[in-house]
């Protein structure tokens, strides 16, 4: 069974930069994606960056050029470095992987999940 830890998060003034990380214990596959998703309360979870097994990297159009994913595939990390963060950017964060290694943004496809960790932007 994979497990993923998540660490990092926090509360930010607009503009501040945030960096969360993700640690995979457990089975590790190949194949595998990984991604970070992200959901605010009464809104639909959503994709924000994903990173296939060979580096590979799409990010959702609200976070482009602001976040930047990687992962370290010897240490089974994932990292999500947040810059010039906005108050819409609040919410919980979750990292997530998929055994598969379709490399997408769709929640349903992500068989493992971290705890979620909580991203505060204020104006």
């Known amino acids: 069974q994979v497990q993923l830890a998540q660490s990092g998060g926090g509360s930010v003034q607009s503009g501040g930069s945030l960096r969360l990380s993700c640690a995979a214990s457990?089975?590790?596959?190949?194949?595998?994606?990984m991604a970070w998703f992200r959901q605010a309360p009464g809104k639909e979870r959503e994709g924000v960056a994903v990173?296939?097994?060979?580096?590979?990297?799409n990010y959702a159009d609200s976070v482009k050029g602001r976040f930047t994913i990687s992962r370290d595939n010897a240490k089974n990390t994932l990292s999500l470095q947040m810059n010039s963060l906005r108050p819409e950017d609040t919410a919980m964060y979750y990292c997530?992987?998929?055994?598969?290694?379709?490399?997408?943004?769709?929640?349903?496809?992500?068989?493992?999940w971290g705890q979620g960790t909580q991203v505060t932007v204020s104006s």
């Open positions: 997530a992987e998929d055994v598969g290694g379709r490399g997408t943004l769709v929640p349903t496809l992500y068989a493992y």
């Open positions: 457990g089975y590790t596959y190949g194949r595998a994606c």
């Open positions: 990173i296939n097994r060979d580096g590979s990297t």
